[in-house]
């Protein structure tokens, strides 16, 4: 048996739909598992009610979310024998910022699997490509002019369904144990590329339009402490003009090549859709 927490997420719900058609049992965990929309054939167990060694009962591999460690304790006491974290490509040894908030809530997680009797395998992806859906509310009400910071900004983003499939197959397949799988999509793009490529996908002329970033602050982001939107601000910043990271990683680990931003896009054209 396979636990997924963050069932319902975007790299979890991908996963689970994975490890169901490879045929493996997977015990899908959410916190609301009446609303979750799982696919039938996994097990919805609930988070927050109970026991939550219970959650883990009879489990072997766990793929567990940075947000989720507090089950760590109950994962430990089952028994369970290797889980694969959903960390992030903020931490890189040697170029680390250990003040960064993304960064102290992973670490702290990889460090704590470290010192455990657990096997792990820290899975680091980069940029996510559904951090795109923010745009999603603009786009939807009609807008072919999309507001957002840094135009110039580059990534590298990565397809959910590109850290699931690594994912799968780390918790399927044997040595993967003790391994920092560090993930990125196939090619670099800037934030005004991403809202042409959604265009395109979509059919419609849509162009990027820059906002200074502290106006950004209460019309993008009104939901993010503000020390995090501190930090999250200074971080998109540093990406405008500098190459960013490209990894061979999902290719390597699962034989298809990454996606590109315009596939995601591709897949994603619904979501976008009034």
Do not use: C
């Amino acid at each position: 048996m396979i636990a997924v927490t963050g069932a319902t997420g975007n790299v979890g719900r991908a996963l689970v739909h994975r490890l169901l058609a490879a045929g493996a049992p997977v015990r899908a965990l959410t916190r609301d598992p009446a609303r979750a929309g799982l696919p039938e054939g996994a097990e919805v167990a609930a988070v927050g009610q109970g026991d939550p060694a219970a959650l883990f009962d009879g489990v072997s591999r766990v793929f567990l979310y940075a947000q989720s460690a507090e089950l760590l304790p109950a994962i430990r006491a089952a028994g369970v024998r290797h889980v694969v974290l959903l960390s992030s490509a903020i931490i890189q040894e040697g170029a680390d910022d250990p003040t960064h908030p993304i960064h102290v809530m992973h670490a702290r997680v990889e460090e704590q699997l470290r010192e455990s009797d657990l096997e792990w395998t820290f899975l680091r992806p980069g940029a996510f490509a559904a951090n795109a859906l923010q745009y999603a509310p603009q786009i939807r009400a009609g807008r072919t002019e999309v507001r957002g910071v840094f135009a110039e900004g580059r990534s590298v983003p990565v397809h959910e369904d590109d850290i699931a499939a690594v994912a799968e197959r780390a918790l399927l397949d044997d040595g993967h144990e003790g391994a920092v799988y560090r993930l990125t999509g196939a090619e670099e793009i800037t934030n005004a590329g991403q809202i042409a490529a959604l265009g395109r996908a979509l059919g419609r002329d849509l162009r990027f339009v820059e906002i200074p970033a502290e106006q950004a602050r209460a019309e993008l982001f009104p939901h993010v402490p503000p020390q995090m939107l501190d930090r999250l601000l200074q971080t998109f910043a540093e990406t405008v003009g500098t190459p960013q990271e490209i990894t061979p990683t999902v290719e390597k680990i699962t034989g298809s090549p990454a996606r590109t931003f315009a596939d995601w896009a591709a897949d994603h054209a619904a979501d976008f859709r009034n």
